[in-house]
């Protein structure tokens, strides 16, 4: 190594942000940023004068991130306690030469602060919470104002009003928000409903599926790609879609889903606010508010080694969890009646739902949330021949958990005949829906489903898009 790499190499550990070990493969510690000295309690002198597997047993790095490197050859990332009781992020890489391990190089973020914060956040939200619960109103102004704001998105339950509440204080900011909740809860509907109350509601909404985009697409429709970066590539190159959210917020739904490169990457824009295309090496500056959901448990997740624990931290600013709807029944109306309104218009007809509906309705657990109760209206909708959707028209078309009568096809392999004054068109479009529907309960992703119906992926989001379907099956 010349002298100037040395000096480059010196001036990188001694001025960064985190806290840098470099460590023979025997376990000595050859040099260590000057700010550890701060978050493990020793000096520089006397950190470099010891090993890690003493420290360890000292109880200045429990554990030793180091000392599991040297053990298993591999990268590694975990949580510290220090000795000055401080909660650090550590990651460690292994330096192999010939063969032979031969230096360990580490990193540690301290993270007491943010933990710190997010504790004192957690707190202003149980005390929000039990304020409203104790200086509940009768529906007045100020509940009416809501509804107002929130628009077609119609919460009733006192938990959702919370939520919404929560949402509307947190909007104007550019924090991070972490929704979490079942499959189906609304976690876009919401996420959609932040975008417009916040400063950036005349910017672009970019929502992203983590799970339906194949690993190998994936960085080149995040991040973009230049001219030649690959075969087949757009002649004049392509924005990704962090580039489109300009201005505007980026949706990062099933973010559990993200491969793990993936995840490095985007950590590096989050912290940086640049992002560099495919095949590229100018770096671009990226503004926009990120809002990412998930039905997953993160931090077992980052236990299990799918989900980098650094990551989390920094979407973990501001966690909301949405829950289900067999938790808060008083919403069941008020989804009914815009679902159902946006089906008259849609396919131009009027219906109405009986009375004998409604104890299904109120009573079904819904495990599929908001998502099947409208799906389960589509149906009803579409399989009731006449204006009226009752109880016995329900059951006729298999739309219950009750067994179909003995030589009678269920919904999912009969589809009824063309209803009075139904056209062509819509008989047409009441098969093409079916056929989509069973497939979305079938197979994991649009991918799949294009592959079996032997046409496009696009084409397939266009179709599921055009009639309120997702890919809801969960991939083994």
């Given amino acids: 190594m010349s002298d100037i790499d040395k000096h480059v190499l010196e001036t990188i550990v001694e001025t960064a942000s985190d806290h840098f070990f470099i460590v023979a493969g025997d376990g000595q510690i050859l040099d260590v940023s000057p700010g550890a000295a701060a978050v493990y309690g020793l000096s520089r002198r006397e950190l ?9 047993a000292r109880g200045v790095l429990k554990p030793s991130i180091t000392l599991e490197v040297m053990r298993t050859g591999k990268m590694a990332q975990l949580m510290q306690v220090t000795g000055t009781g401080r909660s650090v992020i550590a990651e460690a890489y292994p330096v192999f030469v010939a063969g032979r391990l031969e230096r360990i190089v580490s990193r540690s973020r ?20 039990e304020h409203l619960k104790r200086h509940r109103l009768p529906q007045g102004a100020d509940d009416q104002a809501l509804d107002d704001a929130l628009g077609e998105l119609r919460v009733r339950s006192g938990v959702m009003r919370e939520i919404a509440l929560l949402l509307k204080r947190v909007a104007p900011s550019d924090a991070t928000v972490l929704m979490l909740g079942e499959s189906g809860v609304g ?9 417009r109350w916040s400063r950036r509601g005349d910017g672009p909404f970019i929502e992203v599926n983590c799970g339906a985009i194949p690993d190998n697409l994936f960085e080149s429709e995040m991040f973009g790609y230049q001219a030649g970066a690959f075969s087949g590539a757009a002649r004049q190159g392509k924005a990704g879609l962090l ?10 739904d099933e973010i559990g889903e993200l491969p793990l490169l993936m995840q490095t990457k985007l950590l590096r824009v989050i912290q940086d606010g640049i992002l560099t295309r495919l095949g590229d090496t100018r770096p671009r500056r990226v503004d926009f508010r990120l809002v990412v959901a998930s039905n997953q448990d993160l931090a077992r997740r980052v236990e299990e080694g799918g989900f980098r624990l650094d990551l989390y931290y920094r979407l973990n600013v501001i966690p909301i ?11 069941i109306p008020a989804l009914v009646e815009v679902c159902l309104a946006q089906l008259n218009q849609r396919y131009g007809r009027q219906k109405l739902l009986h009375t004998s509906v409604w104890p299904e309705l109120m009573g079904g657990d819904w495990p599929g949330n908001v998502r099947e109760l409208e799906n389960w209206l589509e149906r009803a909708w579409l399989l009731t021949p006449g204006d009226q959707i009752d109880a016995s028209a329900v059951r ?3 739309i219950t958990d009750e067994p179909a009568p003995a030589g009678v096809a269920s919904e999912k392999t009969m589809l009824t005949g063309m ?4 056209t062509l068109k819509g008989y047409l479009a009441r098969a093409e829906r079916q056929v989509l529907a069973n497939l979305c309960d079938t197979l994991p ?30 991939r083994d």
């Fill in 48 to 56: 470099m004068g010891t090993t890690v597997q003493e420290l360890e």
């Fill in 396 to 398: 006729a078309c298999g």
């Fill in 445 to 474: 992703t649009t991918y799949a489903i294009a592959e079996r119906l032997g046409i496009s992926q696009p084409s397939v989001v266009r179709k599921l898009k055009r009639h309120g379907l997702k890919a809801t099956k969960p």
């Fill in 243 to 252: 580039e489109q959210a300009e201005g505007g917020t980026v949706f990062l």
């Fill in 321 to 331: 969890t949405l829950p289900p709807l067999r938790e808060r029944r008083e919403d």
């Fill in 187 to 195: 976690k876009t509907a919401f996420a959609r409903q932040l975008h």
């Fill in 110 to 129: 301290d993270l007491t602060d943010i933990q710190l914060l997010q504790d004192e956040y957690a707190l202003l939200q149980k005390r929000f919470s």
């Fill in 419 to 422: 209803a009075d004054g139904e």
